[in-house]
């Protein structure tokens, strides 16, 4: 078992940015790909980052490139999504999550085996 709990999430303007953090307890951090995910009310859960168990690899949805910065540092068990000039569209729960198995363009939240509980996220006009 792999036990996630986000932070760092809260209300900015748009142009702002925000850092989230994802603290990982349970079996070895390393050992697993994390991923981002974000899911706006009436939508469906959609893909923001992931990265390498190593951290040595990143992969990013359309909708945030060249914006959000994925990084994990494995001796703090701790997996972060920086996002700059952030946007109202911006505007959802985010959640992080883990994935045992190699590669990480896996975009689909079905392939990812554990979960942290989210943490909101609002972008201000």
């Known amino acids: 078992q792999v036990q996630l709990v986000e932070s760092g999430g809260g209300l900015v303007q748009a142009g702002g940015s925000l850092r989230l953090s994802c603290a990982a307890s349970?079996?070895?951090?390393?050992?697993?790909?994390m991923g981002w995910f974000r899911q706006a009310p009436g939508k469906e859960r959609e893909f923001v980052a992931s990265?390498?168990?190593?951290?040595?690899?990143?992969y990013y949805g359309d909708s945030v490139k060249g914006r959000f910065t994925v990084s994990r540092d494995n001796a703090k068990n701790t997996v972060y999504l920086q996002m700059n000039s952030v946007k109202p569209e911006d505007t959802a729960v985010y959640y992080c999550?883990?994935?045992w198995g190699v590669g990480i363009k896996v975009t689909g939240s079905h392939e990812y085996n554990y979960w942290g509980q989210g943490t909101q996220v609002t972008v201000s006009s």
């Open positions: 999550a883990a994935r």
């Open positions: 990265i390498s168990w190593s951290g040595g690899s990143t």
């Open positions: 349970g079996r070895t951090f390393s050992n697993y790909a």
